[in-house]
């Protein structure tokens, strides 16, 4: 099993960017996944999760109106598109599988996660 993150990186605050989360090893349809966030000092925070087979998707209330998770099965690619970019949501992000298929944004219910992507907005 492998969770691979990509993109993120240094944009402008206002600026938007887009990550993207490929899963090898397993078929992604059963899974939940999520998306989470960690800065030094601070827990692990979940940004946005979904259950699966549907779209339904919990954000974080700091990212909602701004950032759009999806998932494309036929990939086995997961996506977080992060548009109107703040200093404050600078962190590592990582991409996670939950494997009960119910997508809580808890990091303690997922099972497979990526290595992280730092994202960093500047002011």
């Known amino acids: 099993v492998q969770v691979v993150e990509s993109g993120g990186g240094l944009v402008q605050a206002g600026a938007s960017t887009r990550l993207a989360c490929v899963v090898s090893?397993?078929?992604?349809?059963?899974?939940?996944i999520g998306w989470f966030r960690q800065t030094p000092g601070k827990e692990r925070e979940g940004v946005a999760c979904m259950r699966n087979y549907d779209t339904t998707t919990d954000y974080a209330d700091s990212v909602k109106g701004r950032f759009t998770a999806s998932r494309d099965n036929a990939k086995n690619t997961l996506y977080l598109q992060m548009n109107a970019l703040k200093p404050e949501d600078t962190a590592v992000y990582y991409c996670?599988?939950?494997?009960?298929?119910?997508?809580?944004?808890?990091?303690?219910?997922?099972?497979?996660w990526g290595q992280g992507t730092p994202v960093t907005v500047s002011s």
């Open positions: 090893g397993f078929t992604l349809d059963y899974y939940g």
């Open positions: 996670a599988v939950d494997r009960t298929g119910y997508g809580l944004c808890y990091p303690g219910f997922y099972d497979y």
